[in-house]
């Protein structure tokens, strides 16, 4: 008996790790070169989490129109605090700014619904963390008003870079993959670009919106491409999607061979990766697509290249076109407890509950172990149903117990994986040593501030030892280390 | 909604399923025809030693923890694999008591002492055959010979073919003495297993069998074996031994499969893992060569097992290193 639950066990790691095999014989080769080839690329290293992306994969965008209220945090970037421009009672049209501050790192935030401003106060937020929120209720607007806040529509290709960068920051964009980082400030880089690279790749499992995006509005990702393009300079487009979305290619390449600007001349081209996680980390893409490894501390400009999510250029081409702002994205709701996994767009601020409470959102109370803001491998899980949608949201996943696995860490048993699976190279298994004995120089030799976190090792890892969460805490002492050494110094 | 308690925890939220548990199984499972085969040729003396090393490795590993108040281990099967790789590199006719002395000491002083699974610095079960072989010379160097061979069936004259080469014989006598009619034909029988030795090391084709196997589940990787088994055939050759008779005689397959790759003992990094493997065979050669031993893998695991910590130094370049900037030598031109 014992014998034979043991083959069982061992034919389904032999089905497990025969694709992995392939992929780590594939990559070893790693390429350097022509960059013209239709070849299929990827980069060294990663992990092959189950995808589950059949559960929301087929069905169309929804669009939700009425919400009960909204509750839209006041900071959803990375960079500096903004402050709230409205007060409480205030009238709000749908588009109109409601927070800005001065500063480079900042956008502003504008209201996604037109409505009454009921409170100004903090709430928890998709990032775990309580942060000033402004509340809106949904209201019509006095007699012979507009409920729209918005900007004139700006063509892309007949105004100044300087035009196109100040709309891009008025409109609140920001990257929609996750990080929060201000589009302007991305799109304004200091040195010459060679690659504008529209992530597609979308390889956290169980999220298909970027998918539906490709499929749905093609024409909106090649037209962004080209804005970005314009923007920055750029010679060469690169729309990036990976294996498990080939469907999606024929849409988007009849919309690039049908856009404007490519009959014009402009290069926009599809490159093909595996499937494999994280193929839609940044550094990873770039690698992938030039061949180039992004410097150490450096920035995706300093080897000619910048990356935005299909979501983000969706949103500027709105900005541009139709004089948009960001108050609205598109996300996917699914995980082993929906029972109605889909692809929405919704305001930004709507709440969750909400979405549960009109049904729009089913779930199956009895198995829901875990809510996870973002995708399973990285995203953020969360404690309750009332956290907004924010401009960051790529997809909320409602687990079910078989599927929330939690295991207790055990002894590393130093197989090695992953070292094998780390995307940076940083040796996880030894960086922990490091991390564990307190060696933080020797920590930040091997490459902690490198990680980028995306925790493959810790997926990997057969003693489900807590890697990328030491990283996290790890990273944050160094930081805070290095700090006191500078003062100390000064 | 609001009166139950979801989960909490940081990402990422989903899991392999290759667990420890499974990689020891899967361990087990590449040598189990190599354990088949050995009882089969030694017959049930053989299946003793298996099952009494296992034996005495679990009730060790179970009491050790118990007394000590740790949390139990048993359940991972490390001390099942540790038994079994043990056994397998015994004499069949080693004494049962010596075998679980052997598994005890591997257990408990190899690899409890040092904290356990994962943090012990030598190879358990190569530790508990170095502790038989010093404590025992005698019992842990004399050999059965497999059953049918129509040779003397005298159970404890028997040698191995390296003891026999080490005595200054031929390779032409040593064949014959193994029944053998010319060299080509004493290699392939080599290569089938039909020759004496420890239980599980006879067949080069069944411990190649297991270790493809790991190789091909991914529970092993290349780079350990590949390195020994070509550094002794390099090095057996410089030293003007017979390169093909190196690989096929003593340990070495199965060393470089199955000893040689212990996560614990060997370098995590690529780098470190070949030159851990290229010390092994080379330091293999020279005992066999130089040395007192007949057979040299087991202290050759055991010597580059010392020098892991520090293989575990040669990592690979990190994603976007940026070699530190030099200091400017006054000569040259300006660095940035």
Known sequence: MVIWGGFVIIFQHIASNAKKLVFSAESALIFKGDLSTMSIRTFKGGAHPPERKDRSGG???????????????????????????????????????????EGRMTVPLHASVAGVVKKIEPRMQSNNTEGLCIVIEPKDPPEGESAQDFMPPLDP???????????????????????GFPAHVKLAPTKPISYVIANAAECEPYLTIDERTLIETPEKIVDGVAIVMKTVNAPEGVIAIEENKKHAIPYVQKAIDQSPQVKAGMKIRIQELKTKYPQGGEKMLITAITGKQVPSGGLPMDVGCVVSNVGTLCAIVDAFREGKPLIERGFTVTG???????????????LISDLVKANVVETDEESLAKVIFGGPMMGVAVPSYEIPVQKNTSGVLLMSKEEAMQYEEETCIRCGRCIRACPTAVSPALLAIAIES??????????????????????????????????????QVLRALKQKEAQNVR | MSDRKLLLSSSPHVFSPVDTPRIMLSVVIALMPATAYGIYLYGLPALGVVVTSIAAAVVSEFLFRKLIKASMTVGDFSAVVSGLLLALILPPSTPLWMVALGAIFAIVIAKEFFGGLGANPFNPALIGRAFLLM??????????????????????????????????????????????SDTGAFYRQLFMGYRSGSIGESSILLVLLGGLFLLGIGVIQWIVPVSVLAST????????????????TGGIVFGAFFMATDYATRPLTPYGQAIFGIGIGLITVLIRKFGGYPEGVTYAILIMNILTPFLNKLRVKKYGFVPPPKPAKPSKEATK
């Open chain 1, 59 to 101: 069905k169309p965008i929804e669009r939700l129109t009425s919400v009960p209220q909204v509750v839209i945090p006041v900071n959803q970037h990375f960079g500096a605090p903004i402050q709230p421009l409205v007060k409480v009672g205030e009238f709000v049209k749908a588009g109109q700014k409601i927070a800005d501050a």
């Open chain 1, 157 to 179: 290709f007949a105004c100044t870079k300087e035009e196109a960068l100040a709309r891009i920051r008025a409109a609140g964009i920001v990257g929609m993959g996750g990080a």
């Open chain 1, 336 to 350: 082993g407890a929906c029972k109605t996994p889909k692809n929405l767009v919704a305001p930004i601020g709507t």
């Open chain 1, 438 to 475: 307190g060696n933080y120089a020797e920590a930040e030799k091997i490459g902690l501030l490198d990680c980028i976190e995306c925790g493959s090792c810790s997926f990997v890892c057969p003693a489900h030892r807590h890697l990328v969460q030491r990283f996290r805490v790890g990273k």
């Open chain 2, 135 to 180: 404590s025992f010379p005698a019992a842990i160097t004399s050999w059965s010979m497999p059953k049918g061979l129509g040779l003397p069936a005298d159970a404890l004259s028997a040698a191995t073919p390296l003891n026999l080469l080490k005595q200054g014989n031929a390779l032409a006598d040593v064949a014959k003495y193994f029944g053998a």
């Open chain 2, 233 to 248: 055939f390099v090095f057996s050759w410089l030293l003007g031994m017979d390169p093909v008779l190196g690989l096929l």
